[in-house]
């Protein structure tokens, strides 16, 4: 059993806080000031779940350099009052940092919940086809 510190318990408060703030400033027509707090909410919480070290060693990595510059610049873009442009930077930065782990994520749900759509997509995305 993965035993979890109390630190990554408040991180995974934190971080669930800044995901409620991200979608109730979207809700609220790209709300700059709630999206501003969610952003840095779920960068708080990230770096409490696994710690600022690998939080910087994560974001820093050579290969993911892009994504993290589209993804801190749209932070940065959304603090300055430009939500839509700055939203748009980060969801771009976002997929960029975690194209390798949407595979790996959808065909858990396909097969956990065994949803035959998202089994599918999985095998899609892994270049894998079993459809004759």
């Known amino acids: 059993m993965i035993s979890i ?5 408040i991180g995974v408060g934190i971080t669930g806080f800044g995901v409620f703030f991200i979608l109730f400033g979207i809700l609220l027509y790209f709300d700059s ?11 708080t919480g990230l770096s409490f779940i696994i710690g600022l070290k690998r939080t910087f060693s994560f974001f820093f990595q050579r290969h993911k350099l892009k994504g993290t510059s589209f993804f801190l610049g749209g932070v940065a873009i959304v603090l300055l009052r430009w939500p839509l442009l700055g939203m748009l930077l980060e969801a771009y930065g976002f997929i960029s940092l975690f194209k ?12 956990a919940a065994n949803i035959p759509f998202l089994s599918m997509l999985s095998q899609r995305l892994q270049g894998t086809s079993s459809m004759v």
């Open 5 to 9: 510190t109390e630190w990554q318990k």
């Open 33 to 43: 000031v709630l999206l501003a707090f969610g952003n840095l909410l779920f960068l």
């Open 100 to 111: 390798g782990f949407f595979p790996m994520a959808f065909g858990f749900l396909g097969t």
